[in-house]
């Protein structure tokens, strides 16, 4: 039987639509923002930003944000969200957080 280069059923989180097709949001990430690197680097920002909201200085359900999304042409997927600088990474609390998602789209930069 003549076999196919292109795997079809080779499962990566990073090239599949979010469940609502928008734009990626952390929720899309789905169980990478479990992944071990993923905790390592988010407690790395969050000792950067002394453990407290960048907004509004409130130390409670701190999340960290990203300011842009990188798209990688070549690979046709985003970047793991552990693989950004630490400057595009920031401390919010959830609240902050939401605020700042239901106001602003993330800026998706294509590399
Ligand atoms: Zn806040
Ligand atoms: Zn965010």
């Known amino acids: 039987m003549?076999?196919?280069?292109?795997?079809?059923?080779s499962k990566d989180i990073r090239s599949e639509p979010d469940?609502?097709?928008?734009?990626?949001?952390?929720?899309?990430y789905g169980g990478l923002l479990f992944d071990k690197r993923w905790r390592n680097k988010r407690e790395e920002i969050l000792q950067k930003d002394n453990c407290i909201c960048r907004i509004c200085k409130s130390s409670e359900e701190l999340q960290v944000h990203h300011r842009q999304y990188h798209y990688?042409?070549?690979?046709?997927?985003?970047?793991?969200?552990?693989?950004?600088?630490?400057q595009l990474l920031i401390t919010l609390c959830e609240k902050c957080h939401q605020k700042g998602h239901n106001k602003y789209k993330v800026?998706?930069?294509y590399l």
């Open 2 to 9: 003549y076999r196919r280069f292109k795997p079809t059923n």
């Open 19 to 28: 469940e609502n097709r928008k734009e990626p949001t952390h929720g899309s």
């Open 72 to 86: 990688l042409k070549a690979e046709k997927k985003f970047k793991f969200p552990w693989d950004y600088p630490d």
């Open 107 to 109: 800026p998706i930069i």
